[in-house]
């Protein structure tokens, strides 16, 4: 059996520099890598099998289509594999939140079906279908911090920072990525600015979080009281929402602010990792 982690992805710093003629828009942003998330199990077997399980596994089962099934079926077409195989996907992260959950899984379940058959996981082939199945899925395919442009698929790996304490809060609330990129007030504000990835992140934005708060307003209460905590380096908004995250000087002030968070907000998502 090959075991593989689909670790959280959150993004740094995310960048809206136009809008293109194919409909998507031109971003810069900075991924990071945590060391907790989903993981993917995949054995040969007599027959092709797919099940979930984990506290989010119910819920992504009622979507019906899945990048995981579909990244298993692909890879099938490009390498010539016949062999038939059982994946279980342990659903720890919630569902189109953010923080690259289904993405992760995907980029998964391709480097355990590479594992799998003695394919280098860095074989271009595997790119190219990581980028077919989303704009996410390259940078979590590499799974290293690294600046994305483009879609995000467009990747140049950065010195990346391990054991940096990390909290992700979900508030519970969906928020649709095509609204809120819709809502994007198309203003560019300019590039991520260069330096260490901390730095740059600090001095970065979410270019996405303003229309999200107005969706989900309780996305602006997740990150102002994870800003108004002590030791905080930096608290924003991953992605399209509506996962939050907060950077720690220490692991007691990630302790502590979850503490808080979860006495005052017990229905809300917490997960306390490090970057990876």
């Not at 982690?5 to 960048?15: C, G, S, V």
């Not at 692909?74 to 690259?100: C, Q, Y």
Request: glycine fraction near 10%; charged fraction near 20%; aromatic fraction near 6%.
């Amino acid at each position: 059996m090959i075991v593989e982690l689909a670790p959280a992805k959150i993004n740094l710093a995310l960048h809206v520099r136009h809008r293109r003629a194919d409909g998507y828009h031109e971003l810069e942003t900075l991924f990071a890598f945590l060391r907790d998330g989903d993981v993917i199990r995949i054995e040969p077997s007599a027959e092709a099998v797919f099940t979930l399980s984990g506290p989010f596994g119910a819920a992504l089962s009622a979507e019906g289509d899945n990048l995981v099934t579909r990244a298993a079926d692909r890879f099938a077409e490009v390498f010539g594999t016949s062999r038939a195989v059982r994946i279980d996907l342990e659903k720890h992260l919630p569902i189109a939140s953010g923080i690259g959950g289904g993405s992760a899984d995907a980029a998964a379940a391709l480097r355990a079906l590479a594992r799998l058959n003695d394919i280098a996981v860095d074989d271009l082939r595997l790119f190219n279908i990581a980028e077919a199945l989303g704009a996410d899925v390259p940078a979590c395919l590499l799974g290293k911090s690294a600046l994305g442009e483009g879609k995000g698929e467009r990747l140049r790996p950065v010195e990346g920072v391990t054991d940096v304490p990390v909290l992700l809060v979900n508030p519970g609330v969906a928020v649709s990525t095509a609204s809120v990129f819709r809502g994007w007030d198309q203003i560019d504000r300019g590039p991520i600015p260069t330096g260490s990835l901390i730095a740059s992140a600090v001095a970065g934005r979410n270019d996405l979080e303003p229309t999200a708060r107005l969706i989900a307003p309780v996305i602006g209460d997740v990150v102002n009281i994870l800003a108004a905590a002590p030791d905080v380096l930096l608290a924003r908004m991953s992605g399209s929402g509506a996962t939050c995250f907060a950077l720690y000087a220490s692991e007691q002030a990630r302790k502590d602010a979850a503490n808080a968070i979860r006495a005052a907000h017990a229905d809300w998502w917490c997960l306390e990792s490090t970057l990876g």
